[in-house]
């Protein structure tokens, strides 16, 4: 049996896409991947992703600034953003949040406000947020907690099970990537024990975190049966219920008919 794979977050607007991007998207649609939601991270990055969902009919998009670029966000940024929401294929502010790993990226403060004035967007759009989180996970919660009303996925989960559970306490879904097919990655096999069936993503964040085998090459949407095959195993249930929950799982985020 194909799987119907929904890959939640990716960047097909990559520029290691740019030498042969039609024919991959063809690839994927023809081994089963039936939705991909493309997420911008510069606005640079959300205008392309609103531009492939455009062009590709199981394209989605999420518009919004990643934190690397925090000091880029300003009213006329965000009114950008706004106005692309306005096209009916725009599901999702995204991706947005916190990110202290890189002493290169604005400073906590910065990033804070930006993702501050993306999540009220959100909120008064009525859109799901797409977050990246790396290194800022009670940054990240507190500001999550302020924004009662706005759901989303926190996307390449990094955190500890005790971290998941007090965003799934919150309503959000939690987003596996490649990692979890990793030799090492004890850490996220535990956290994907304890996220339900009903509130997990498959993602591959691709060109980034192909799964084993294919780890270190270029990510693609359909690798994703690799990450369904080691949650499954996990959850000890087959790897097309498991799918198809995650499926289910992005369309109810997207607001989209199951």
Request: hydrophobic share 35%; net charge negative.
């Amino acid at each position: 049996m194909e799987l119907k794979i929904f890959d939640s977050h990716a960047h097909y607007d990559d520029e290691s896409f740019d030498e042969d991007r039609d024919k991959v998207i063809e690839e994927i649609r023809n081994e089963g991947v039936i939705g991909v939601l493309n997420c911008g991270s510069s606005i640079e990055g959300a205008r392309a992703s609103f531009e492939l969902s455009k062009k590709y009919d199981f394209f989605y998009a999420a518009v919004g600034v990643h934190p690397e670029y925090a000091d880029k966000v300003n009213d006329e940024v965000l009114k950008e953003i706004e106005d692309m929401t306005s096209f009916h294929k725009v599901k999702a502010i995204g991706e947005i949040g916190l990110d202290y790993y890189w002493e290169s990226n604005p400073p906590k403060e910065v990033q804070k406000e930006a993702f501050r004035k993306q999540m009220n967007l959100a909120r008064k759009l009525n859109l799901p947020v797409v977050i990246h989180d790396r290194d800022a996970h009670k940054d990240t919660l507190d500001i999550l907690k302020e924004f009662k009303e706005v759901n989303g996925v926190v996307h390449c989960f990094s955190g500890s099970p005790e971290f998941a559970k007090e965003c799934l306490k919150i309503g959000y879904y939690i987003g596996f990537t490649g990692v979890v097919t990793f030799k090492n990655a004890k850490k996220i096999l535990e956290v994907a024990k304890e996220v339900p069936l009903n509130r997990i993503l498959l993602e591959t964040d691709c060109p980034y975190m192909a799964p084993t085998p294919y780890r270190g090459k270029r990510n693609q949407s359909n690798y994703i049966k690799y990450m369904a095959e080691k949650i499954a195993e996990i959850k000890e249930i087959s790897i097309e219920d498991l799918n198809n929950q995650a499926t289910q799982n992005i369309k109810r985020l997207l607001n989209m008919e199951l």
